[in-house]
C-alpha cells in the first residue's frame, strides 16, 4: 500500500491524524469528527471535518485538477481576492484520487438556502446577490482571472454591513492570466449568465412556481448589465477641457463610495497642442473605507461595515467636539470610539442577536435598525430601544429583508409596524 502525500498549509493535530489512507467515502463518524452541512449539486464528494477548533471542507477530485485547484486557489489568496482559502492537498495514489482541503467561510450562505429565507415575489432582495456576483466577476477580471464555472452553487454569500460579499467557491476551471481580453471576459459573462437562469430555473422547479420563471431569467440578463456598469466605471477614459478638471474630483469620490482605493490619476492632453484631456484613473483594491478604518482602529473588517463604522466614528467625534468645545483630532476621537462605544456595543449586539454571527456584524445591524428607527420615529430612538428590537427579533421593515437571512436559533424577524412605534 503506497503512503498518502500530505500537503497541508495548517498542520494541526487533528488534521494530520484524520485517515488519509481511506477513499473520503469511507470517512464516517463517529471515528471521523465530521459535520453534516447543507451542499448544493457537486460534481465530486463533498464533506465536512470538524478539527482543531475549525470547520474543513474536503472535496474529493482527480490528482491533477486537485493540484491546479489548489495553485489557483492559493494565488486568489496572494491578491486578496473573495475567494476560499485552501488549507492542503492529499494525493492518495492507491486510489488515484486527491482531496482538496479547504477553509469553511464562516458566516456564508448558499443561495439555496438564502432564497428559502427570502420572498420569492420580491427581486429587489435578490439584486443584492446578483450586485456581489457582479462585483465578484470584476474583481477578478481585473486581476486577470478567468472562472470559468461562475454559478449560484459554486459561489458563497456572506454578509458585510448591508450590502453582501460574494466568495469564489470552485476553481476548477479557473485559470489566471497576465489580463483578459475582451473576448475572455465576454465569454465568462456568457458562461455566469446562462448558469445563474439555471439555477433559477431549478430553484423555481423546487418551489413549484413556474410563475417566477419569466422573471428569474429576466433577472439572470440583468447581470451582465451590472457587470458592464462596473467595469465601464472603473474603466472608462473621459474628456473634457483643461478648465473643467474639477470634475476628477467626482470621479474619484464615486469610486471611493464604491469601496475603490484611487492609486494614481493622470491627465493626459487627447492630442498635441490641445486642450482636451482624457483622464485615466489607476484603481486599487475594493478596501478604501477598510483600509481608513484599519489606520484608525486597527480594526480588519469588511468594507461594507467599515463604511457604517466610519459613519458611527464620525459621529462619536462630532459628539466629542461638541462636549469640549474644541476640536478633536480623528485618531483620538477613534481610540476613545473603540473602547467607549464600539466594543460594549458590539457584545450587546451580539448577545442581542444570539450570538448569531460576529459582534461586528451584530453592532452594524445595531446601527442600521437605531437608524431606522429614529427616521420612523422622527428623532433619536437611542441604543436601547435598538437593542430591545433586536433581541425581540422585531425590527423596522426596511432592515427586515437584511436581517432575515441571519442564521439564528431563535425565530424568523418580525416586522415593527407604524403602530408599535
Not at 486527491?98 to 432582495?125: C, E, N
Not at 418551489?207 to 472603473?234: C, K, P, T
Amino acid at each position: 500500500m503506497a503512503a498518502p502525500e500530505l500537503r497541508l498549509r495548517a498542520p494541526g493535530p487533528g488534521l494530520l491524524v484524520l485517515p488519509w489512507d481511506r477513499a473520503l467515502a469511507d470517512w464516517t463518524a463517529p471515528d471521523v469528527p465530521l459535520r453534516d452541512m447543507a451542499v448544493g449539486p457537486s460534481r465530486h464528494l463533498v464533506k465536512f471535518v470538524e478539527s482543531d477548533g475549525q470547520l474543513w471542507a474536503l472535496k474529493e477530485l482527480p490528482p491533477r485538477i486537485a493540484r491546479r485547484e489548489y495553485d489557483v486557489l492559493s494565488r486568489l489568496e496572494a491578491m486578496g481576492l473573495n475567494a476560499v482559502r485552501p488549507a492542503g492537498v492529499v494525493m492518495q495514489p492507491d486510489f488515484d484520487t486527491a482531496i482538496l482541503l479547504t477553509r469553511y467561510l464562516v458566516g456564508s450562505w448558499q443561495y439555496r438556502r438564502m432564497f428559502m429565507r427570502l420572498p420569492p415575489d420580491a427581486p429587489k432582495h435578490r439584486a443584492r446577490l446578483f450586485d456581489a456576483m457582479a462585483t465578484l466577476l470584476v474583481e477578478l477580471h481585473r486581476h486577470g482571472v478567468f472562472w470559468g464555472d461562475c454559478s449560484l452553487a459554486n459561489t458563497l454569500f456572506s454578509r458585510d454591513g448591508q450590502v453582501l460579499q460574494a466568495f469564489l467557491v470552485d476553481a476548477e476551471t479557473s485559470e489566471i492570466h497576465p489580463a483578459l481580453s475582451d473576448g475572455q471576459r465576454t465569454h465568462d459573462v456568457d458562461i455566469t449568465v446562462e448558469n445563474v437562469a439555471a439555477g433559477l430555473l431549478d430553484l423555481a422547479a423546487h418551489l413549484g412556481r413556474s410563475d417566477l420563471q419569466a422573471g428569474f431569467i429576466a433577472e439572470a440578463l440583468e447581470i451582465r448589465e451590472r457587470y458592464e456598469r462596473l467595469w465601464g466605471l472603473l474603466h472608462a477614459a473621459p474628456t473634457f477641457g483643461f478648465a473643467d478638471r474639477y470634475r476628477v474630483e467626482a470621479t474619484i469620490r464615486r469610486l471611493n463610495e464604491l469601496g475603490f482605493a484611487v492609486d494614481e490619476v493622470a491627465l493626459r492632453p487627447v492630442r498635441t497642442g490641445a486642450d482636451e484631456l482624457r483622464l485615466h484613473v489607476a484603481v486599487g483594491d475594493r478596501r478604501y473605507h477598510a483600509t481608513q478604518l484599519r489606520r484608525l482602529t486597527g480594526m480588519d473588517v469588511g468594507e461594507g461595515q467599515a463604511r457604517i463604522l466610519l459613519g458611527d466614528l464620525q459621529a462619536y467625534q462630532g459628539q466629542l467636539c461638541r462636549e469640549a468645545g474644541h476640536d478633536v483630532d480623528e485618531r483620538t476621537a477613534a481610540q476613545l470610539w473603540v473602547m467607549e462605544v464600539a466594543t460594549p456595543l458590539m457584545h450587546r449586539a451580539h448577545a442581542a442577536v444570539g450570538g448569531a454571527g460576529s459582534p461586528i456584524q451584530a453592532y452594524c445591524d445595531l446601527l442600521e435598525v437605531r437608524w431606522l428607527m429614529s427616521e420612523r420615529a422622527g428623532h433619536d430612538v437611542g441604543t436601547e430601544r435598538a437593542l430591545q428590537a433586536l433581541a425581540r427579533n422585531v425590527v423596522p421593515a426596511e432592515s427586515a429583508a437584511q436581517l432575515m437571512i441571519v442564521e439564528t436559533p431563535t425565530e424568523p424577524f418580525s416586522v415593527l409596524d407604524d403602530d408599535d412605534e
